[in-house]
């Protein structure tokens, strides 16, 4: 009896080691669903009281990976005040070795970004070949000098 339970788990082992192995070897570029790069950073200026986060969300096309949307977020620390005239740059960029990296779509904010989250759609697609990131450039409306920050997502 206990060699035939044996026989029956190793063949179910097998089986199901089986099954996942075809599934293991689809690239990247062939799956679907939706994918995101993230990032937080905090100024430097200000014992990092004020921070920003950085999410991107793009999903896999065929040859090229389609930027869906990004969603930003400003905030602060220990209770601090933020106004609503802060600014934000947002960029997708290709990540060169060597050199520096090429500006494949920017958006810039006018002087009128409130606290908390926001989102742009940039829809742009990137060659899946290329791998790229997205950063964002925050700079927080404070009484005094606005404290900066730059957030940059790992990359694609």
């Avoid at 080691?17 to 939706?34: H, K």
């Amino acid at each position: 009896m206990a060699s035939i339970l044996r026989k029956t788990a190793i063949f179910g082992a097998l089986g199901l080691a089986l099954s996942i192995i075809p599934a293991a070897t689809v690239s990247a570029s062939a799956t679907s669903g939706q994918r995101e790069l993230y990032d937080k950073c905090a100024d430097d200026d200000t014992d990092y009281e004020y921070y920003g986060i950085l999410r991107a969300f793009y999903t896999p096309n065929g040859h090229s990976d389609v930027v869906d949307k990004i969603d930003y977020f400003l905030g602060t620390e220990n209770g601090r005040e933020l106004g609503k005239k802060s600014n934000v740059r947002l960029r997708i960029r290709e990540s060169l070795p060597d050199r520096p990296d090429k500006t494949l779509w920017e958006w810039e904010s006018g002087d009128d970004i409130k606290p908390g989250w926001h989102s742009k759609k940039p829809y742009r697609q990137v060659a899946y070949k290329t791998r790229w990131h997205v950063d964002a450039k925050f700079t927080f409306d404070v009484y005094g000098i606005d404290p900066r920050s730059v957030c940059t997502t790992n990359k694609a």
